[in-house]
């Protein structure tokens, strides 16, 4: 055996494959740490206490249905307040940073977070559920619901 963890004729090098995603997964989680800490700090300057982010996925699309903010700035408009998150590029990995409102930062965050931790969640018959932001506590929650479709089968032979 040579070590080759190739398929013969493919050109595919599953071992490379592999430390490449491990980096990717390592550069999101360390990105994840610093865009939480910008997110929260620019809510907690906006005086929003939580916000809310439902989503729904179904029939291989999904989709953020909104976003409310809860607190004394709850009427501030989250695409006015502007944070600098990082980005990980699939693939490249390389980190980016961007300045974007608090509001596509979340969507963007909320997306990764889906990709990250359910990947295929809008496929087949989906997912659903919701992101809570807890600015005071810094963390996000989320609370998701796969929908199953089931079969039974049963045959009697009598």
């Known amino acids: ?18 430390l490449r995603d491990q980096e990717f997964i390592r550069l999101c989680k360390s990105t994840l740490s610093e865009n939480k800490t910008a997110l929260f700090d620019a809510l907690a300057s906006a005086r929003i206490d939580t916000v809310e982010v439902t989503f729904n996925g179904y029939a291989d699309e999904g989709q953020i249905d909104g976003a409310v903010a809860d607190g004394e700035g709850d009427d501030t408009d989250l695409q006015s307040i502007h944070v600098e998150i990082a980005r990980v590029e699939c693939g490249n990995q390389i980190v980016t940073r961007q300045t974007l409102s608090v509001k596509d930062a979340i969507e963007n965050l909320v997306y990764g977070l889906l990709e990250q931790t359910y ?22 929650t989320l609370n998701f619901n796969e929908r199953i479709e089931t079969s039974e089968y049963t045959q009697h032979v009598f």
């Open 1 to 18: 055996m040579t070590g080759d963890t190739s398929t013969p004729g493919s050109g595919f090098d599953s071992a490379s494959w592999l």
């Open 119 to 140: 990947s295929g969640w809008e496929n087949n018959q989906g997912a659903y559920g919701d992101f809570l932001f807890d600015v005071a506590e810094r963390t996000i």
